[in-house]
């Protein structure tokens, strides 16, 4: 039994529906995202406002914050590339913005078309547009536990990046396993350096299940000290730009996992299973999430009749 809560963050309406080839009507998002504010979510990835024509499944980024149902309590977050992007997420009144470089050279040029530097420096013109405004910053340090065109990354190297977001006046810090990388003791050992210079209450952990091991890593996270986790519906979600990254972990995985363990999360559970079994109806295929399709452990079954 624990007596710590565990903050899980929904990011399926921007970073799981991001890759989708059907579009999803705007209309279905913003039940989606209402949706999610019931379950119980104190965080919420919304959208992106980036270039349609980069990321054409979130051109209607400033529709879907216009027709969400605010819930108190509960953060809307976005996330923006530039300042560009920055001005019309905080006309969207945006609660969140989210910033996104990788630590891998190659990466951040494929994902971004520029080196790590210029993005952070872009990131300083960001956080000029935003001052004085009352919106929270997060910016996330990608290919943190490896780089799937360079392979693993120096500690020192992720930890001076940390530095230089913290150094910009952004508070929160989220540590992505972008492709799938990661491995529980690299992970207990990367969260224990940052924890040394971020408060457990600023950082997050973004794990993708790609090689079957993400909620181990969770679970390697959060015995080091981490209490922030993202997760999408459903285990939705990909990098378009890191070969071979499949979903996201799972939310309702992860919320069922928690509860078993005596950890508490304040979702409620079964409404988040009820939310993943419609999801192949919203994009149009089978999701890879676990627990909505064998049940909570607790829910049991009839004792079959002897033959």
């Keep these: 039994m624990s007596d710590a809560t565990m903050l899980v963050q929904e990011v399926a309406p921007r970073d799981g529906l991001q890759i989708e080839a059907a579009w999803v009507e705007t209309a279905d998002k913003i039940a989606l995202v209402d949706a999610l504010s019931d379950a119980g979510f104190s965080r919420i990835e919304v959208s992106s406002f980036v270039s349609p024509k980069a990321v054409p499944a979130l051109r209607d ?21 530039n300042p560009k992007g920055a001005e019309r997420a905080l006309a969207a009144k945006v609660d969140e913005i989210n910033l996104v470089a990788s630590v891998s050279e190659t990466h951040n040029r494929a994902n971004m078309g520029m080196s790590p530097d210029d993005s952070i420096a872009g990131f300083a013109r960001i956080m000029e547009t935003v001052t004085g405004a009352s919106v929270l910053t997060n910016a996330t340090v990608a290919t943190a536990f490896g780089c799937p065109f360079e392979g693993d990354q120096p500690v020192d190297k992720v930890i001076a990046q940390v530095e230089r977001y913290r150094s910009l006046g952004i508070t929160g810090v989220t540590l992505a396993d972008t492709t799938g990388m990661a491995n529980p003791r690299q992970v207990e050992r990367l969260v224990a350096r940052v924890l040394a210079i971020v408060p457990a209450e600023h950082l997050t952990l973004h794990f993708h299940n ?51 363990m005596g950890i508490r999360t304040g979702l409620d559970l079964p409404a988040l299973i009820a939310l993943s079994r419609d999801l192949p109806r919203l994009v149009g295929h089978e999701v890879p999430g676990q627990v909505a399709k064998a049940g909570r452990p607790c829910d049991l079954h009839p004792v079959p009749r002897a033959a």
């Design 210 to 260: 790609t090689r079957g091991v993400g909620l181990a890593n969770v679970l390697a996270a959060w015995q080091a000290g981490a209490r922030r986790f993202d997760a999408a519906l459903g285990g939705l979600g990909g990098c378009p730009f890191a070969p071979g990254a499949t979903g996201n972990i799972c939310t309702e995985d992860l919320v069922s996992m928690a509860h078993e």
């Design 61 to 81: 980024a400033a529709e879907l914050f216009s027709g969400i149902r605010r819930r108190p309590g509960t953060v809307y977050v976005a996330l923006v590339p």
